[in-house]
């Protein structure tokens, strides 16, 4: 009767996984047809390669999924990554229920429910790490293409051109964000709108720090093209001051990585080599509770280890 019952539960959590997916998709249908029905108007008039028509026509979300996606840069595959969601959390919810039925049926429900928490943050903190390495390297590419700026600036060019070539010739991810930024300039949006809305997307201090000089340059006057070239300098420099201490907490990092591991890396040795040496601890229930414990304590430490031995620049 209880495995029943949690049968019963797991299908229910995976019904109303459906009808939230369903109900999430009905509210935005009619905005995401009038987007791709214009979508389909423009490229009629002015053909567009498939990379170009994803970063340009994007699908505005403003919830929580859509804002780290934003930041991924992956923002035109909502649905996807929306479905992908939730089938994580259902497929949490199944393994974690089933495994917790093995070990007895009262504990299937909570399995499930657990299991549905722990997917589902799986899944959000898999975005936030393509987030971190999408971020990083549009730090990387900013430098080489403030340079580009400055140079157009120099040259006369307005900003409006200056943003064409850089749509054109800047490298993937940041031309993605020009490209976007040059379609907002062309349809009449203001200069420090557009860099606002970069900026929203764009979360990187060196990129924040552009912007509000920028923005500075404009209210009290200034030539724009130094103010650039004095922010890529800047970052540049702030660049190798960061590969300086990298290069002297290197040692530290790889001490705490060691001192950090080793505990684990022992009992896995002499589980392997004498499994019988371990197996009456590992039976004892208020050992587990003691390992449990000293595993969470040595993570602690690791944790406050990486902490002393890393700093930001």
């Not at 028509?53 to 923002?75: M, S, T, V």
């Not at 130094?226 to 790889?254: C, H, P, W």
């Amino acid at each position: 009767m209880t495995t029943f019952i949690g049968a019963l539960v797991l299908l229910v959590v995976l019904m109303a996984g459906l009808m939230v997916y369903a109900y999430t998709r009905r509210e935005h249908e009619a905005e995401r047809y009038r987007l791709s029905k214009h979508q389909r108007k423009l490229l009629e008039n002015e053909p567009l390669s498939t990379q170009d028509g994803a970063n340009i026509f994007l699908e505005q979300q403003q919830d929580y999924l859509g804002q780290i996606l934003a930041l991924a840069g992956l923002e035109a595959r909502y649905r996807e990554m929306r479905t992908q969601w939730i089938m994580w959390g259902v497929g949490g919810a199944v393994v974690l229920g089933a495994g917790a039925l093995t070990v007895g049926p009262e504990f299937a429900i909570v399995g499930a429910i657990f299991g549905a928490a722990a997917g589902a943050v799986g899944f959000v903190q898999f975005l936030k790490l393509k987030v971190s390495q999408r971020q990083k390297k549009l730090t990387e590419q900013l430098p080489p293409v403030l340079e580009t700026m400055v140079s157009s600036l120099k040259s006369g060019s307005p900003i409006l051109e200056v943003f064409k070539t850089l749509s054109e010739t800047a490298p993937e991810p940041i031309r993605g964000e020009f490209k976007r930024a040059l379609v907002s300039l062309q349809l009449g949006k203001s200069f420090r709108d557009v860099l606002t809305e970069m900026c929203g997307r764009i979360r990187t201090p060196d990129f924040r720090l552009l912007t509000q000089a920028i923005f500075i340059s404009q209210d009290v006057g200034g030539n724009l093209a130094d103010v650039v070239a004095t922010i890529s300098e800047a970052i540049r420099e702030r660049f190798k001051l960061r590969d300086y201490l990298n290069s002297l907490t290197a040692q530290g990092k790889m001490t705490a990585l060691f001192i950090g591991s080793l505990p684990f890396v022992i009992t896995g040795l002499i589980y392997a080599i004498s499994p019988a040496y371990l197996t009456g601890f590992f039976n004892n229930f208020w050992a587990r509770i003691v390992m449990g414990g000293m595993i969470c304590w040595e993570l602690i430490g690791f944790w406050i280890l990486m902490k002393l031995t890393t700093f930001e620049v």
